[in-house]
């Protein structure tokens, strides 16, 4: 394992020969005691910080790197992540294989795109029983926990303890699922999950070996029900909007005008906004999306309900008098919805926050790698939408932030592609684990150490299949570069091309034009060699 040699002589801790215990096949972590006296072996603990459809302009620390970022300069989003991001390093060109939540989820444990892990659209069931970087890591002898969000419609394998959010979670006083059964607890689904987090935590020993803690919020997903000690954010000044926000895709983009996920003419006033009917009330006998969302204002506790009608009654009235149209009522519902979807955001900052000071109060951020990531991007009102599955950049991105002292040069950036695919080998490098050859990423340890390796790869492949479905996206896939992508949509019979440098909001399709028509065919030939290097046909 010439990386894990590679990594060992600048971790600051001491290591043993017995360091290296990956790929052995034994079920069991090996339990035969410490020579006494001896230098106990330190392989870092690794803490997965997960959060859901976190896109990453809406981080404070990934804006400079981010064209499309740049219209949410100034918005205090994430100061904690941001304090994370200055401590270690921001992959500049992160990227989802498929961007919607079961399926980034699926790549994540088996570092393989959806036609490989069989996970290709939300409400598929996981083959649990398939090779996952959790068992393997457990067989390398370290503990294993996932608490939260897991959303793959099997119970999870490979930990050594979980408890998880049925289906998509609730937001206020979500019920939970473990080995014992289920329960509801009081409070707000991303402290619940944070405080599970930290009480696994603190029932580990450290001579007990190494851990790796999964901690996936349910936040910022769709609809977004923050805190309510986060109710009053931004709620007396105006947010910036996208420069897109009234982007008509006259650019013979043929995907993008018939999907469903238009802040003007797809969002729901009720359901996504929880915007009461004009006496107060909520909306009875609705749609079944208003039915629903009417469910999640039920679950609260008194108090609860106290604190959001408080917020949000002479906020709703003021919109009730105002009686708004055409594009001011697509700029206060685009306001509503970016406020409360940055407040979840701010809840899952704080958690971040939470667990960084756990970690350095036990005296264990020196031997523990963070990462912090979300399952895909999300539009925050680009192109005139919310939600994710296109393969442009907004919801193709996903944020990954790392930080590893000692190895991790602080307030560092790495320029290379790297897709969800990569982090299954990446924990496993990191363990001293060996990853099994038909797993398709590779191991970002080398970038991590700040180098650059010359046979990095130069493009990545996507591909989305959740047609008919939810925003009623075209099945799509395609490649990317540092500078270009290509989509195709095989039920359309069409083409996308954007050129990311002279247009980085991909306003432009370009194919079929003569001046692209060089760089399309590079790509296409690039896109055949993706998908028979991984096998998808
Ligand atoms: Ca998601």
Request: net charge negative.
């Amino acid at each position: 394992m010439p990386i894990l040699t590679a990594v060992l002589p600048v971790l600051a801790t001491a290591i043993v020969p017995s360091f290296a215990v990956g790929g052995c096949d034994a079920e069991e972590p090996d339990a035969s005691p410490r020579q006494e006296g001896a230098t106990i072996a330190r392989r870092p603990n690794i803490l997965f910080v997960f959060s859901d459809d976190h896109a990453p302009h809406a981080i404070g620390a990934y804006r400079p790197h981010l064209p499309h970022g740049a219209w949410m300069s100034g918005v205090d989003t994430t100061p904690r992540i941001d304090k994370l991001a200055s401590e270690g390093v921001v992959f500049t060109r992160s990227f989802c294989g498929n961007s919607i939540c079961g399926p980034s989820r699926a790549t994540i444990l088996t570092g393989k795109h959806s036609h490989a892990n069989g996970f290709r659209r939300n409400g598929n069931k996981f083959d649990g029983d398939q090779w996952t970087f959790p068992k393997e890591l457990r067989r390398a002898g370290y503990r294993t926990a996932m608490i939260g969000k897991w959303h793959l419609n099997s119970d999870p394998q490979g930990f050594d303890y979980w408890d998880v959010l049925p289906g998509q979670g609730h937001y206020y006083n979500p019920v939970l699922i473990n080995e014992d059964g289920r329960r509801t607890v009081e409070g707000h689904c991303t402290d619940i999950v944070t405080d599970l987090a930290l009480g696994w935590l603190e029932d580990q020993n450290e001579e007990d070996g190494p851990w790796m803690l999964m901690c996936q919020h349910k936040a910022p997903h769709r609809t977004w029900m923050p805190a309510g000690r986060h109710l009053d954010l931004w709620a007396d000044e105006d947010l910036p909007a996208p420069p897109t926000l009234f982007d008509d895709h006259a650019d013979d983009a043929p995907g993008a005008l018939t999907s469903q996920m238009s802040i003007g003419r797809h969002m729901e006033l009720f359901y996504d906004l929880f915007v009461t009917t004009e006496d107060g009330t909520v909306p009875q006998g609705g749609s079944a999306l208003d039915a629903s969302g009417y469910r999640n204002l039920k679950r609260m506790t008194e108090a609860q309900r106290a604190r959001w009608d408080e917020a949000f009654g002479p906020r709703n009235a003021a919109f009730h008098a105002a009686g708004l149209e055409g594009e001011d009522l697509v700029r206060w519902m685009h306001q509503r919805y970016l406020k409360n979807y940055l407040r979840c955001v701010r809840g899952v900052d704080e958690s971040v926050g939470r667990l960084v000071d756990w970690l350095e109060e036990k005296g264990l951020a020196d031997n523990t790698i963070v990462i912090y990531s979300s399952d895909q991007g999300f539009y925050l009102g680009d192109h005139g939408w919310y939600d994710k599955r296109w393969m442009y950049e907004e919801s193709l991105m996903m944020p990954l932030i790392v930080r590893w002292p000692g190895v991790v040069e602080p307030g560092s950036t790495v320029d290379a592609l790297v897709q969800n695919i990569d982090y299954a080998p990446t924990f496993l490098d990191i363990a001293g684990a060996e990853t099994p050859a038909n797993v398709h990423g590779e191991s970002l340890v080398r970038l991590l150490r700040g180098e650059t390796p010359e046979d990095w790869r130069d493009a990545i492949y996507y591909r989305y299949y959740e047609f008919p479905g939810a925003h009623q996206v075209a099945k799509h896939f395609g490649v990317r570069t540092a500078t270009a992508k290509l989509m195709h949509f095989p039920e359309l019979d069409a083409w996308e091309q954007y050129d990311l440098v002279a247009d980085p909001d991909e306003l432009t399709n370009v194919f079929g034009t003569p001046e692209a028509a060089p760089v399309a065919a590079e790509l296409a030939i690039r896109l055949g060699e993706l998908r028979a290097q991984y096998g998808d046909r």
